[in-house]
């Protein structure tokens, strides 16, 4: 299998944002907004709002100590349902079913692709590593060791840049295979796979760029099979480094090696700090 696009997914930054206009129709501006009022109780099924995002966090900032906590105290309230998440699907599709269009991807685009991927999002978030831990503090706090930046992005050097690379982490850029294959690094990028697989999106999850969560779940699997030699989904058995004493066990194999570099999927919605740059408001009520 070989990919040879690029699927810059749901960059939030300056590009995107530019490039689209806010021409949502008056009918799905309204229920954008309802839905997004913190008085709705469904606000708080987008998962990165219900952590506080991107109130608890700004530039440069590396207090994942902080993060633990607001993940421990999210994680220790109930989950939506699927029943609430479907509801939501229904009535953007009732009020905004005009408005998927290439250009509305900034903004009603981004806004449904965290409403698809927050159950996930929140299984990541709380999975625990054996370091009595979460998985994802873990390879934020390796990836802040080695001086690794969210998209090799200086300006998502923020806990919202951190957060969002590593749920799933899905380039091996600017890592080697043995910090990218990790075992939470592994499980992560499992449960995200399960869930396109098992849910797939009603809608594209790029209008822009006609994605959907299947094509989303090729680049996930071909990333992790190419650069850890591990199987996502029904049969996942994370691979471990330690116990294979195969020294090229950790590198792309020969076939896939030249498209390696052509795989990367870029997932991030961006960091605070570029999310602010670009935004400047446009998107911040919904
Ligand atoms: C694991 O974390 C819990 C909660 O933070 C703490 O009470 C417990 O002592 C920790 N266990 C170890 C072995 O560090
Ligand atoms: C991979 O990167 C890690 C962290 O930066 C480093 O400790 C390790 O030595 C590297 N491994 C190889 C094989 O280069
Ligand atoms: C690979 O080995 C390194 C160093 O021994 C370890 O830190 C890393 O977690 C291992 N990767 C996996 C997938 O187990």
Not at 43 to 72: E, W
Not at 143 to 163: C, H, S, T, V
Not at 236 to 248: E, L, Q, Y
Request: net charge neutral; aromatic share 8%; glycine share 4%.
């Amino acid at each position: 299998m070989k990919f040879t696009t690029t699927v810059a997914a749901v960059a939030l930054g300056a590009t995107a944002i530019s490039s689209a206009q806010a021409v949502l129709s008056p009918t799905c501006t309204t229920y954008l907004t309802a839905l997004s009022a913190p008085t709705n109780p469904l606000s708080k099924c987008r998962v990165y709002t219900a952590l506080g995002f991107p109130g608890i966090t700004g530039a440069n900032d590396h207090d994942t100590p902080k993060l633990q906590k607001a993940i421990a105290a999210y994680c220790a309230t109930p989950a939506c349902t699927p029943e609430q998440y479907a509801g939501v699907y229904k009535d953007i599709n009732t009020n905004c079913a005009a408005d998927m269009i290439a250009a509305n991807q900034a903004d009603l685009g981004t806004t449904m692709y965290m409403w698809y991927m927050s159950p996930p999002q929140r299984d990541a978030i709380c999975l625990q590593s054996s370091k009595n831990t979460t998985c994802v503090i873990d390879s934020i706090n390796e990836m802040i060791a080695r001086a690794q930046f969210p998209n090799a992005n200086k300006n998502e050097d923020d806990l919202y840049g951190y957060l969002q690379y590593v749920t799933p982490m899905l380039s091996p850029k600017d890592t080697n295979a043995t910090a990218f294959c990790t075992s939470c690094n592994q499980q992560v990028a499992n449960i995200f796979s399960n869930y396109y697989t098992k849910s797939p999106s009603p809608y594209l999850l790029n209008f822009e760029q006609q994605l959907t969560s299947a094509k989303y779940n090729d680049d996930l699997s071909y990333q992790y099979k190419s650069t850890c030699q591990v199987t996502l989904g029904a049969n996942f058995k994370p691979v471990d480094n330690s116990t294979n004493s195969n020294p090229s066990a950790n590198k792309p194999s020969g076939s896939d090696k030249g498209s390696a570099g052509q795989a990367a999927v870029v997932l991030s919605m961006g960091g605070v700090a570029a999310t602010v740059a670009a935004v400047a408001g446009v998107l911040a009520m919904f």
